[in-house]
């Protein structure tokens, strides 16, 4: 019994990490992207007056990839279930839409792609919503910030693409 128990500790304690680290990898995937494609670029755009400090960002995004990343593992450690499958290929959609975001936004310079990549996040994210309330409420906690931010970045985002026509 007592192995038992070790033992399911210790899957739950990799899954976790397996988590944290994938977010942290896209993270660092979005953050080389903007690192070598933003230069004068991004510098030259016009931007609203309620555009944050970079240091915000540098702030924000690792919590929310925290919040991210229990969900990500509140669903795979839930037993299987239809819901369960159909949460975590949300998870991943709205995962993969987020890392092609800096992507599209910074390395193509399309403030519009990058507007339209956020509201497919954002899609995604009611998708992670929708089925994560059957799965564990803890879900859904766990996205509400990521959701409000979401918001926040795409009408930011597009007050980009409306300033610089």
Not at 122 to 129: Q, T
Not at 157 to 163: E, S
Request: glycine fraction near 6%; aromatic fraction near 24%.
């Amino acid at each position: 019994m007592d192995t038992v128990h070790h033992n399911t500790r210790a899957k739950h304690f990799f899954a976790a990490l397996f988590f944290l680290v994938i977010l942290f990898f896209v993270q660092e995937l979005g953050a080389s992207f903007m690192q070598a494609n933003s230069g004068e670029w991004f510098l030259s755009l016009q931007k609203p007056t309620w555009n944050p400090p970079g240091w915000v960002f540098q702030i924000v995004w690792p919590l929310l990839y925290i919040a991210v990343a229990f969900s990500g593992y509140m669903f795979w450690t839930h037993e299987k279930s239809p819901e369960r499958s159909k949460g975590l290929f949300f998870w991943t959609a709205q995962l993969f839409c987020n890392t092609i975001w800096t992507y599209v936004f910074f390395a193509l310079q399309s403030p519009l792609g990058g507007f339209i990549d956020i509201l497919l996040v954002l899609l995604c994210s009611f998708g992670v919503l929708y089925y994560g309330r059957k799965v564990s409420f803890w879900i859904v906690w766990s996205f509400v910030l990521y959701i409000l931010w979401l918001f926040y970045a795409g009408f930011l985002n597009l007050a980009i693409v409306l300033m610089n026509r």
